[in-house]
């Protein structure tokens, strides 16, 4: 785990005992802790020479497992809130009413609610959404349930949890309508897997994160900063018409 996971965790854990108490009495925040001890450690660097990287997991089955395990140990109530208004804000440059948006690795809902703000159908999946949530579906962006070409947007701020960037990518580009629009979001700085205990892919800039995008068939269309929930940029790719 690196420094900065550990301190958050750390902090959040001080700064509210009675959910810290919880989670430890809650045997799905064991299963992580085990994993991570187990597991956890296996990684590569993305350099110059492999600007791409994936963590190493015995099976499919452990990355999933280990993928599942995060929402257990933490606290978004916080996060639900101000990730929402932020990303509600940035859409709202452009028009969403009406427009039919699928939100991948959505977790709880906080970025299917900013498409709601503005207008936008959206629903999410993520391989945990947590119990009983309106707002996400169970599933894995590897293997989308949904048909061929049948919504007209996409929306992600966690390709660095895909096990297989290129598989996420195609199955992506499959679900949107010809002319549909990929909406990634993306730290800076994420060039080792370590950044993050749960990241499974790294990738050394943004650029060859948009490259990696690209040699799938998206076109980068615009490419802005951001600085909520963290540094790093969103970029809009177009499949072909
Ligand atoms: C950093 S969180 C992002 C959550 C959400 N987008 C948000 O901003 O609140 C990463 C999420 O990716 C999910 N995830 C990881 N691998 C996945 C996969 N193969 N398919 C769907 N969701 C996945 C995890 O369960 C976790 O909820």
């Not at 990287?53 to 809130?81: F, I």
């Not at 499959?174 to 909406?183: A, T």
Request: proline content about 4%; some cysteine.
């Amino acid at each position: 785990m690196s420094p900065r996971t550990l301190a958050r965790a750390v902090h959040n854990a001080v700064r509210r005992p009675a959910r810290t108490t919880q989670m430890l009495l809650d045997r799905r925040s064991w299963a992580g802790i085990a994993w991570f001890l187990r597991d956890g450690r296996s990684r590569q660097s993305a350099d110059d020479e492999r600007p791409i990287t994936s963590r190493s997991y015995r099976s499919y089955d452990a990355y999933v497992a280990h993928q599942r395990s995060k929402l257990a140990l933490l606290d978004l109530s916080e996060y639900d809130r101000t990730f929402r208004v932020a990303l509600a804000d940035r859409l709202a440059e452009e028009s969403w009413s009406g427009l039919s948006v699928l939100c991948l690795a959505a977790r709880l809902g906080t970025e299917v609610k900013a498409f709601h703000d503005v207008g936008a159908f959206a629903v999410g999946i993520d391989l945990n959404p947590g119990d009983e949530n309106p707002w996400v579906l169970p599933g894995d962006f590897h293997r989308l349930v949904f048909p061929d070409r049948c919504v007209d947007a996409a929306y992600c701020n966690a390709l660095d949890h895909a096990l297989d960037l290129d598989r996420t990518v195609d199955e992506i580009r499959r679900v949107l309508k010809p002319g549909g629009r990929l909406v990634v979001e993306a730290q800076q700085g994420t060039a080792d897997v370590a950044f993050d205990a749960w990241a499974a892919t790294a990738w050394n800039r943004i650029d060859d994160l948009v490259k990696a995008v690209e040699s799938r068939g998206l076109t980068l269309l615009r490419r802005r900063g951001i600085t909520e929930p963290w540094a790093g940029e969103q970029l809009v790719f177009v499949t072909p018409v």
